[in-house]
């Protein structure tokens, strides 16, 4: 077992921050997102569409998780195309599902 005292862990800051980051995995609607972005680039209407949300609903959580990093848009034409922000946020969703089936 490792011998790890307070003093050997990351600051406040950081803990606040991964917990933080955990908050966003403990709403159903946002890992539905999420995986609804793993392997493609989708717009708000689509997943709202695809979710059978509002726009407005799936707008709201697009924004939290955009603050929170995990994912990014991307502009074209008129459109906002969203993706996962990168390979650590499909990590997170991949090892939390093994986790889930074991």
Known sequence: MMDRTAASFPDEEKMIM?????KNFGDTTRVRILYALYENEICVNDLANDLGMTQSAISHQLRILKQ????KGRR???LILYSLADEHVRTLLSVGMEHVLE
């Open 18 to 22: 991964l917990a933080d980051l955990f």
């Open 76 to 78: 074209d034409g008129k």
């Open 68 to 71: 929170n990093r995990l994912i």
